[in-house]
């Protein structure tokens, strides 16, 4: 039943968009049980974006998980007691532990999860199930930001800055990332760049970000895919070989600069512009108006971390903006754009496989001795690191590899790069078991599935992409037998025989959170939830006693003499090598209208209806070369899978690109055709460049339709560049 208003915050991306859960209008029976309004917030100032708008519609929706299912001898999933699937969940786990070892179970945990549930996870793994085999769905979106900032800052905090502070700049470089689809709200905080006409956008794809470019508001630089490392070593080699630098600053707040300056002698623009397409020109011009000052930020995305690369490229941003004295200033500054909901709480309290609450090291002794005191157990009880999702995955099912798989807000049969590959190793499983509250293409996969409460259900806290905790609020009763994560661990520890306690009332585990991250770099020990039910803004770190802190690197760095580190990066060969004659560059990315793997979104008629299939976005031209037209069915295939689509043909994308979104499932998936390689510093996949190889897969269609493209042509600013390969 609904409950009375209740202020909230929307349950898609890391903007974390305020909102209202309004109770439905006793004189209009038969209506949603509840309605969304928005509310002022300083990330989202009242505004929402279409799946923000239609987010409470999957409350009652009937495809709503309401009993636990177990897979019966006929093959199919049948309903049964909670007591029954708990106890034969238990049983199964016992067996395995028995039979294999107790890295013989894993977990798989999920961005979109509260920090309470995040962290009785990460608890749960370790203790009631004593295995070092877990990891999360933010080792796909976030792992190489989170290892450069490690590198560089000794800390990784997506913005280490409100959003707000954007307002006030002149000149905003984008790199990687397509704001005006993934978070809306979030463009307005760039309007300031675009009145100064320095809204810089980086990216392959025209996309609806870089349209924000043109009349003369910015440029939009568009790069061959994969070469982003190239644009930003050769941006740093114009620094300093024209005299950019700070070298105040750098003297006096980094350590590096000469291996740093060697490593980018060889990068000098017209090189540059020869393996991206980015003219000399513009690239000089970029840097010049970088250095110019005036409020000048760099912000990276997905688009160029989801490489094996990744993690470097990310450091080479950070490099320049350390080379021109942002970070850590007022008025400018370096980050990047968090993408799950609680995509930054998620990863510090427990969920990955080498760390511990408050973003410790699982294997820095003095981390395992406070987080054990914490929990009551001696330190040797804690295990020691496991596998990254990757290699995690591709342990199941195999000897002396994951035999149970536990999933909690993850959709591993969509998402996962080279999908075919992980539903094979899902099917050679002897248990999985997946919490949701929908049927997913993962859960359809399942022996157990334990249904969960949905967002609005469910008490707990978030953590935005600026590091500031939020409230989650209960706005509506569950429906009867879905059931609290939290109460599933602590009934599945207790049937364990686990010694220690897991609590059910999610303001008492986040009191437990607070004491295992007091001290560590996010520290939530001066947080609790009468301060956040205040509206107090609270940004972590904050210890307890102290104060929140919404601006790191003010005074220091994180690392322990308070210098940040420049970290020479070099390009690997391969990455320059373009697609065979016979290939198109595959990427991959999101829709307006579509989130993560679409469990949820597609199952919203207003989000289904305005994108409801997958189709393959190629420029005009290389579609009359391969003598293909609008909407005619292709196949797209390459070493990992096969996949059958319409064509979309649009100017959007390069000549040599061709784009899938990754939000449909089944023989639509996207990752089909992405790469299980791994950058060797994070783990991150590599969703980003891959080769396809495209042929027609039915009759021709209707003649080519080239979609009307507000970017067709230049606008009149200096640093204007269409990006053609030279």
Not at 83 to 95: C, K, M, N, T
Not at 105 to 131: H, M, P, Q, S, W
Request: aromatic share 6%; net charge neutral.
């Amino acid at each position: 039943m609904p409950r009375a208003d209740a202020a909230t915050h929307c349950p898609y991306c890391a903007l974390q968009c305020a909102m209202t859960l309004v109770a439905p209008d006793a004189t209009a029976p038969g209506g949603p049980p509840v309605r969304v309004s928005p509310r002022e917030f300083p990330t989202n100032r009242g505004g929402l974006c279409k799946k923000g708008w239609t987010s409470a519609e999957l409350l009652a929706h009937p495809a709503r998980l309401t009993a636990p299912l177990v897979r019966g001898a006929d093959g199919a999933l049948h309903e049964t007691s909670w007591e029954s699937a708990l106890d034969l969940v238990a049983a199964r786990l016992r067996g395995i532990r028995t039979e294999h070892g107790p890295d013989a179970v894993g977990v798989f945990g999920g961005g979109g999860l509260t920090n309470e549930k995040a962290y009785l996870l990460g608890k749960f793994a370790r203790l009631a199930l004593g295995t070092s085999r877990i990891d999360y769905n933010g080792r796909y979106c976030m792992s190489s930001a989170a290892a450069a900032g490690n590198r560089a800052f000794g800390v990784d905090r997506g913005l280490p800055f409100p959003v707000e502070d954007l307002d006030a700049a002149s000149t905003v470089l984008l790199l990687g990332s397509n704001p005006a689809a993934t978070m809306p709200p979030f463009i307005g905080h760039l309007a300031g760049a675009q009145a100064a006409g320095g809204l810089v956008v980086v990216d392959p794809r025209r996309t609806a970000t870089a349209r924000l470019t043109e009349d003369g508001q910015g440029v939009h630089v568009q790069p061959a895919p994969g070469t982003d490392l190239v644009l930003l070593l050769g941006l740093a080699h114009v620094v300093i070989a024209e005299g950019l630098v700070d070298t105040e600053y750098v003297e006096r707040r980094t350590v590096g600069f000469a291996a740093l300056r060697r490593s980018v002698a060889s990068w000098w623009p017209e090189r540059v512009q020869a393996a991206t397409g980015v003219p000399a020109t513009v690239l000089r011009r970029l840097a010049r108006r970088l250095a110019a000052g005036g409020g000048t930020y760099i912000l990276t995305g997905r688009g160029v971390e989801q490489h094996v690369d990744g993690t470097d490229t990310a450091t080479a941003a950070i490099n320049l903006a350390l080379l021109l004295g942002f970070p850590g200033r007022a008025g400018s500054g370096y980050g990047t754009l968090t993408g799950q909901g609680n995509g930054q709480g998620g990863r510090e309290h427990g969920q990955k496989c080498d760390q511990l609450p408050g973003y410790r090291k699982i294997t820095d002794p003095a981390a395992r001795t406070h987080v054990a005191r914490v929990w009551g157990v001696d330190p040797s009880e804690i295990p020691g690191p496991g596998l990254p999702a990757v290699e995690l995955l591709d342990s199941l099912g195999r000897d002396g590899g994951v035999r149970a798989l536990l999933v909690h807000g993850s959709n591993l049969a969509v998402s996962s790069p080279n999908v075919a590959a992980v539903r094979e190793r899902i099917a050679a499983l002897d248990l999985l078991v997946v919490c949701d509250f929908l049927r997913s293409e993962t859960a359809e996969l399942a022996d157990i599935v334990l249904p969960v409460l949905q967002w609005a259900e469910e008490e707990g806290t978030m953590t935005s992409l600026e590091g500031r905790v939020l409230r989650r609020r209960r706005a509506v009763d569950p429906p009867p037998g879905a059931r609290d994560e939290l109460w599933v661990l602590a009934e599945l520890a207790r049937r364990l025989d686990c010694r220690a306690a897991f609590d059910t009332d999610p303001e008492r585990v986040f009191e437990e959170l607070r004491l295992a991250s007091e001290g560590g770099l996010a520290d939530y020990s001066g947080i609790d939830y009468a301060m956040l039910d205040r509206g107090e803004a609270a940004y972590w770190p904050y210890p307890r006693g102290g104060a929140g802190t919404p601006r790191l690197f003010a005074e220091r760095f994180a690392h322990p003499d308070g210098l940040a580190r420049l970290v020479a990066v070099r390009v690997r060969s391969a990455s320059l090598d373009g697609p065979a004659a016979d290939e198109l560059a595959l990427t991959t990315g999101r829709l307006l209208e579509h989130y993560q793997s679409g469990a949820q979104t597609r199952l919203v008629p207003e989000l289904l209806q305005a994108q409801p299939a997958l189709r393959a976005a190629m420029h005009p031209a290389t579609a009359a070369r391969l003598g293909l037209a609008d909407g005619e069915l292709v196949e797209l295939a390459n070493e990992h899978g096969r996949l059958v689509c319409p064509v979309q043909c649009t100017t959007e994308v390069r000549i040599e690109t061709v784009f899938l979104p990754f939000h449909f499932a089944g023989a639509d998936a996207a990752n089909l055709l992405t790469s299980d390689r791994v950058d060797p510093i994070s783990a991150m996949p590599e969703f980003k460049s891959n080769r396809v190889r495209i042929r027609r897969a039915a009759a021709p269609g209707p003649p080519v339709t080239i979609h009307a493209d507000p970017l067709a042509t230049t606008p009149a600013e200096p640093l204007a560049t269409t990006g053609a390969r030279a």
